[in-house]
């Protein structure tokens, strides 16, 4: 295949930008993977060799790093296929030294071994956020974690709240709540204080956004959705975006890996969240949908209502045909200010190079084929359009 000078120029004018990643599931007291293990235990990994034939043995916790790592990468002629398999290539290359062009069996022991030498650099961290010209990075944090023990301008603080919406009646949930807020929730008043509470904790370390994940079937109202309709009134009052990624089924394939046994259907429609829109008029809300399928709807409420913005390509969706469906859909019906364009949804922080890499290539070629070259902008117009949703809409809609 020929080279494309201007998706090639495209794209290296993206890689430039720093990154402000909205969503991502990182510990910030350990960002960065200690071994290859923390690589390949990444779910799509195992979700992947366990598809294709792996047996779980050597996916139980107790099991040996090296050999979990040296069997994964055996089955990886069977995926190698996959977008997954392309940023494990690139994690190799862009991390350890790696020259070739495919990972096969034989190169498993080495790159393990390689990896525990390069990742206990003391200065490993900031080497992969050099590398990655990442500026800032959201996280998901239940809502009694402390906050404490790390750069918060850096690993910035994201309340996730299912937890308290879909498991407040489990024992031990309100007891940590009132560990959390010092009140003891025993009825709606001191449930709407407590509520506030972590609202003024987060706020106070420096949050950005609240954020939940939502079953196909749920459908908040004022009346019947008492601590969702809460958080969405703290979120107003404390002038948060409500991050809602929306139409996971959990525990569809009960017997799956760790991580990999949630699903989606298509029973799930924005026309659930209407009263929820309509009700909150200054609340952004950040929406994820788990199939393309529902990407024009997505779409289409984008459009309509100022406070629903489409944010990034979710789990499923994340690999290179259904963002590229995705993202021409999104450039051609909503106004450019409301594009969130990515989020790694990392778990270490040596996904964000390849994961945004896969996405700037995807959004470079885009914007050539869809506004270049019919000659609907520039290049330096191009450029400008792909850094709003690379980064500019993240600093406006988070205001970081």
Known sequence: MLADGLVQSLTAAFDAIPLIDPHS??????????????ILGYHYYTELAHSAGMPQTLLAKDADPKARCREIIRHMDRYDNTAQYRWFVEICRNFLGFTGDRVTAADADSLFDESVKRFAAKDWEA?????????????????????????????????????????????????????ATGIDAGDLPTLKKAIRALFEKFVSKGAKACAISLPPDFAPTEKGSSIFWMLA?????????????IGVNRRVYENGVFQGQDLFDRRCSLIQY??????????????????????????????????????????????????????????????????????SDAYKLEFVL????????????????????????????AVALGTRL????????FKV
């Not at 009134?233 to 990624?245: A, G, I, S, T, W």
């Not at 690379?390 to 809609?397: A, K, P, Q, S």
């Open 390 to 397: 690379l980064r500019d809409n993240v600093r406006e809609i």
């Open 127 to 179: 080497q992969v956020f050099a590398k990655t010209k990442l500026e800032k990075i959201f996280l998901t944090n239940e809502f009694d974690d402390n906050l404490e023990g790390f750069d918060t301008s850096k690993y910035v603080p994201c309340l996730r709240t299912d937890t308290l919406v879909f498991k407040f009646q489990e024992p031990g949930v309100r007891e940590r709540l009132a560990k």
């Open 233 to 245: 009134e703290n979120c107003r009052e404390f002038k948060l975006p409500f991050d809602l990624m």
């Open 354 to 381: 390849p994961k945004y890499g896969m996405y700037r290539r995807i959004l470079a070629r885009t914007i050539a084929d869809e506004f270049v070259r019919p000659g609907l902008l520039n290049e330096t117009e």
């Open 25 to 38: 599931h990182i510990d910030p007291l350990s960002p960065v993977s200690r071994s290859l293990d923390d």
């Open 274 to 343: 209407k009263e929820l829109f309509n009700a909150f008029p200054d609340v952004t809300f950040p929406i994820s949908v788990l199939t393309s399928g529902q990407n024009q709807e997505l779409v289409a409420y984008s459009w309509i209502f100022p406070n629903v913005v489409p944010n990034g390509h979710w789990w499923y969706s994340n690999i290179p045909a259904y963002i590229s469906a995705d993202l021409r859909e999104r450039l051609q019906g909503v106004p450019k200010t409301k594009l969130v364009g990515y989020y």
